[in-house]
């Protein structure tokens, strides 16, 4: 069981485009799922908090308008990089929060970014 | 804020060797403490926890104790297998329980290799 998917698992895109990553909890319902980022071989920073049915908070010095979030339903969350660039190339990682105490973090098997 | 130190790799050992991963924390109120491992290729999986202090987490061998007094959560393993070659990571997160944000909060991992 949590099981958490994320799709696709590998993307290459051009300047200037934008990209949408899946994030999906398959077996149970999430009302909060995180997106984060990892750089090579440096820890995952936590992007932004996203919640079912209402803004996402982001963390300090994350363009929100550059990274969209939506959480449309309790097992689905989106993060868009709108005009990508080189500089936003990375590992991109979201986890979904279980109901039940003790609220633990699934983790999705991440996505590669390769903007050129 | 918070903030999770954990010793930098790489770790190379031989099989059945003894390891230790130290890792220390900074926080303001009373966290809970996460080892994560991130096998080649896959997302993170979580090794095990401790939600108080002098608890010990333990799960497939592996051990960490939170102590409060010297804010350490290191992780040990007696005899250390190929398969556990991997990325470890050590996590904290203020609870939800406790009036906390939940967010985890990652040390920069530590990259084990195992060799026969």
């Known amino acids: 069981g949590a099981v958490v998917s994320q799709h696709p698992s590998w993307v290459i895109c051009k300047s200037g485009t934008s990209v949408k990553i899946e994030c999906r909890s398959l077996?149970?319902?999430?009302?909060?799922m995180f997106w984060y980022r990892q750089f090579p071989k440096q820890s995952l920073m936590l992007m932004a908090t996203?919640?079912?049915?209402?803004?996402?908070?982001?963390e300090q010095g994350v363009e929100k308008d550059k990274f969209l979030i939506n959480h449309a339903s309790l097992t689905l969350s989106t993060l868009t990089v709108t005009s990508a660039h080189p500089e936003d190339s990375s590992f991109y990682i979201c986890?979904?929060?279980?109901?039940?105490?003790?609220?633990?973090?699934?983790f999705g098997p991440g996505t590669r970014l390769t903007v050129t | 804020g918070d903030s999770v130190t954990q010793m930098e790799g790489p770790v190379t050992l031989s099989e059945e060797a003894f390891l230790t991963i130290n890792c220390t924390y900074t926080?303001?109120?009373?966290?809970?403490l996460f080892w994560y491992v991130q096998y080649p290729g896959e997302g993170l999986q979580l090794l095990l926890k401790?939600?108080?202090?002098?608890d010990k987490g333990s799960n497939k061998g592996f051990e960490a104790t939170y102590r409060k007094e010297t804010t350490s959560f290191h992780l040990e393993k007696g005899s250390v297998q190929v398969s556990d070659s991997a990325v470890y990571f050590c996590?904290?997160?203020?609870?939800?329980?406790?009036?906390?944000?939940?967010?985890?909060?990652f040390g920069k991992g530590t990259k084990l290799t195992v060799n026969p």
């Open positions: 986890s979904a929060r279980g109901q039940k105490f003790p609220y633990e973090q699934y």
């Open positions: 077996d149970f319902q999430a009302t909060t």
């Open positions: 996203s919640n079912e049915g209402s803004k996402a908070t982001y």
């Open positions: 926080a303001t109120g009373y966290p809970s």
């Open positions: 401790a939600t108080k202090a002098d």
């Open positions: 996590a904290l997160s203020d609870p939800l329980w406790e009036g906390g944000s939940e967010k985890l909060v």
